[in-house]
T-cell receptor, first 109, second 115 residues
Framework: GQQVMQIPQYQHVQEGEDFTTYCNSS?????IQWYKQRPGGHPVFLIQ?????EVKKQKRLTFQFGEAKKNSSLHITATQTTDVGTYFC?????????FGTGTSLTVIP | GAVVSQHPSRVICKSGTSVKIECRSL??????MFWYRQFPKQSLMLMAT?????????EQGVEKDKFLINHASLTLSTLTVTSAHPEDSSFYIC???????????FGPGTRLLVL
């Protein structure tokens, strides 16, 4: 079945350092979405990528979708304490979305 | 826009009772809603896809008679956990698909504790 893996599972960084999480799917995806979930909260939609090789930026966040549409990455430049949370990718195939295993980010002030 | 509500936010019930959770899209119509389950520090596990006016599609391993889903209108889907047991205790989150944007918006979740 559909599997979406993310690495690393946990990441601790000093405030100001960069952070990257990688998402890999066992199958080709129609699109990929990224979500952020704060402790105790629910996932909040960040962005959707649809095109092969697509790159999108949101301030300090850069999202990439691989050429084969099977992998994606989220890069945060100069992390801040407000970036703390778990970042999930969700691979879309048709009308269903399968969440990755998530990367929990801790930012040390 | 794109607000999804869930009710209740927290529920504690006795083993053997049934619990109904409502998921509403407040400012858009959602022909498709999803129900997820999340254990502490784990990812979201898709339980079922709820389609308005038709039967829900359950993921492998999810008992349809245990987790009853009804999507009676374009803005409401309900999940009923029947004869709940302590192992059903979890965080249940719904999402509604904004079809035009292929984007799903999540409800705030329901924390279920079965004693």
């Amino acid at each position: 079945g559909q599997q979406v893996m993310q690495i690393p599972q946990y990441q601790h960084v000093q405030e100001g350092e960069d952070f990257t999480t990688y998402c890999n799917s066992s199958t080709t995806l129609s699109n990929i979405q990224w979500y952020k979930q704060r402790p105790g909260g629910h996932p909040v939609f960040l962005i959707q990528l649809v095109k092969s090789g697509e790159v999108k930026k949101q301030k300090r966040l850069t999202f990439q979708f691989g050429e084969a549409k099977k992998n994606s990455s989220l890069h945060i430049t100069a992390t801040q304490t407000t970036d703390v949370g778990t970042y999930f990718c969700a691979g879309g195939t048709g009308n269903q979305f399968y969440f990755g295993t998530g990367t929990s980010l801790t930012v040390i002030p | 826009g794109a607000v999804v509500s869930q009710h209740p936010s927290r529920v504690i019930c006795k083993s053997g009772t049934s619990v109904k959770i409502e998921c509403r899209s407040l400012d858009f119509q959602a022909t498709t809603m999803f129900w997820y389950r999340q254990f502490p520090k784990q990812s979201l596990m898709l339980m079922a896809t709820s389609n308005e006016g038709s039967k829900a599609t359950y993921e492998q391993g999810v008992e349809k008679d245990k987790f009853l889903i009804n999507h009676a209108s374009l803005t409401l889907s309900t999940l009923t956990v029947t004869s709940a047991h302590p192992e059903d205790s979890s965080f249940y989150i719904c999402s509604a698909l904004w079809g035009g944007k292929e984007t799903q918006y999540f409800g705030p979740g329901t924390r279920l504790l079965v004693l």
